[in-house]
């Protein structure tokens, strides 16, 4: 169970979020790291210069204490769990003439098949979440995608000039024929263009 709202963003919009964020008092937090600690970052990486830094967390100390990182043997880097009680922040990235979508996701509770309980998060972490999501809405272009089932995704001013300028807003780069903003379709021959 949770929540999330999705969004487009510019390395400029992305900027001024995280700099909302901290000013919160919530730290920005690498989504895996190499050992087990996870030091607040103190510049959000450009993604191509830094790999595996397309998801972060955002965590406040409000909801109480970071969890004890775990082992992920498959990747062989450390992670806080997927049910710690942070906001997960899916970068929106600018690149090849894509800006792809982003998101932040709450998980507000979750179900453990093995001891068949299901847990909650702390209020604060809704709070946290519902302060940053209250700051996109209040501050985007909102529109809905999808004609049957749509749902809302959010604009931010870089992006949208990105738009302007010919970039597509994709899902993930390169997955669609068509841009989920615009709704123009894009040419099987689309040469995407270099980082902005």
């Not at 049957?148 to 738009?163: K, T």
């Not at 993930?172 to 123009?184: I, M, S």
Request: proline share 8%; aromatic share 16%.
């Amino acid at each position: 169970m949770g929540q999330q709202v999705n969004f487009y963003m510019g390395p400029e919009d992305e900027r001024e979020f995280v700099q909302f964020a901290r000013a919160s008092g919530a730290s920005v937090l690498p989504y895996y790291a190499s050992d087990k600690r996870f030091e607040p970052l103190d510049v959000v990486p450009v993604v191509e210069a830094a790999k595996n830094f397309d998801h972060l967390w955002i965590y406040h100390p409000s909801v109480g204490q970071l969890p004890a990182p775990k082992w992920d043997a498959e990747s062989e880097r450390w992670y806080l769990g997927y049910f710690a009680p942070l906001v997960e922040f899916d970068r929106s990235i600018t690149r090849e003439g894509i800006v792809s979508r982003g998101r932040l996701n709450l998980q507000t509770a979750w179900y453990d098949p093995t001891n068949r309980v299901t847990f909650q998060h702390p209020p604060e972490q809704k709070s946290l979440y519902e302060k940053l999501a209250r700051w996109i809405r209040r501050r985007y272009e909102k529109k809905q995608i999808g004609t049957i089932r749509g749902f809302w995704v959010y604009g931010a001013p870089q992006a949208i000039r990105l738009h302007g300028d010919g970039f597509h807003f994709m899902m993930a780069p390169l997955r669609r024929a068509f841009c989920e903003w615009c709704g123009a379709a894009i040419s099987p021959t689309f040469v995407p263009r270099g980082p902005i």
